[in-house]
């Protein structure tokens, strides 16, 4: 199956219900690993939906979690807010970015920076997630081309390189 990572931060800032609801649509078995992060009330309401669900996705809901690089590893896709670490990570793992709801600064130059270089795409009331995910996996063209921009363009050893930099210039 799909396997799509689904995040909201580390205070859970995302509708999971709603996306999933709107992802079970298309008609493709999705799995679904869902981190609420420190939002008590989401991981009520996913773990609610998904016990009552009677589709052909699967759902596993989670709180707060330490293996984020576990779950990525384990997913054909992520959709979350374009947060430092989580984009960094992501990169790393070339693993393609639906992102949401950026907060101004640095949230909005990531997604900038993300999607000018095709790397990820933007989650919009014009190009809502069913339609984002829809295009990323009905196109194996598209899917190969965006993993293959990010291993490109992404530096997974980018902390060991800094170093060594750092410490030539000493």
């Known amino acids: 199956m799909k396997t799509i990572l689904l995040m ?3 205070m859970g800032h995302a509708d999971h219900v709603k996306n999933i609801e709107s992802l079970s649509q298309i008609g493709t078995p999705f799995q679904f690993l869902v981190v609420c992060g420190n939002n008590k ?7 609610q939906f998904a016990a009552h669900y009677q589709g052909s996705c699967r759902i596993y809901p989670y709180g707060f979690v330490h293996n984020v690089e576990v779950m990525m590893s384990a997913s054909d896709c992520i959709v ?3 947060g430092g670490l989580t984009v960094s990570e992501a990169l790393a793992k070339n693993l393609p970015m639906l992102l949401f ?14 999607v000018n270089n095709g790397m990820a795409a933007l ?7 069913d339609e984002a995910v829809y295009e990323l996996f009905c196109n194996p063209v598209r899917l190969e081309t965006v ?11 980018a902390t060991e390189r ?3 930099f750092v410490l030539r210039k000493r």
């Open 8 to 10: 909201g931060g580390s």
């Open 123 to 129: 989650i919009t009331k014009h190009f809502p997630i």
């Open 80 to 82: 979350s807010k374009p």
């Open 162 to 164: 800094l170093a060594e």
């Open 101 to 114: 709801d950026p907060i101004p600064g640095h949230e909005e130059r990531n997604v900038d920076f993300l």
């Open 147 to 157: 993993r293959r921009t990010m291993s490109e363009i992404a530096h997974p050893d």
């Open 41 to 47: 009330k989401m991981l009520y309401h996913v773990e």
